[in-house]
Nanobody, 124 residues
Framework: QVQLVESGGDSVQAGGSLRLSCERSGNTYSIVCMGWFRQAPGKEREGVASIDTSGGRTYYADSVKGRFTISQDRAKNTVYLQMNRLKPDDTAMYYC?????????????????WGQGTQVTVSS
């Protein structure tokens, strides 16, 4: 069993920045890929960013390339999502996810493990 706990969501104005954190615990030895999804009201869930936990290769949705950066601190078992130049369209619940398959998370079977989500609201 893997536990994922997100933090860092907040309300900001357009153009601002936020950093989300996702701390994993439990039986994490099998995790190969971690990352973030988001879902806004009335919209489908969207994969945002993924990171290969061993090699560090990163993957991004086109909508966030150049603005968001995913990173990890292995010693802290934590993955981060640095979000810059935020737009109102970035408003959503952001979920951390992990699975035992190759990145990105949005290809293939849905991730097995999910956090509870953290809300990001961007006002214009």
């Amino acid at each position: 069993q893997v536990q994922l706990v997100e933090s860092g969501g907040d309300s900001v104005q357009a153009g601002g920045s936020l950093r989300l954190s996702c701390e994993r615990s439990g039986n994490t030895y099998s995790i190969v890929c971690m990352g973030w999804f988001r879902q806004a009201p009335g919209k489908e869930r969207e994969g945002v960013a993924s990171i290969d936990t061993s090699g560090g290769r990163t993957y991004y949705a086109d909508s966030v390339k150049g603005r968001f950066t995913i990173s990890q601190d292995r010693a802290k078992n934590t993955v981060y999502l640095q979000m810059n130049r935020l737009k109102p369209d970035d408003t959503a619940m952001y979920y951390c996810a992990a699975h035992a398959y190759a990145c990105p998370l949005w290809i293939g079977s849905p991730p097995r493990d999910w956090g509870q989500g953290t809300q990001v609201t961007v006002s214009s």
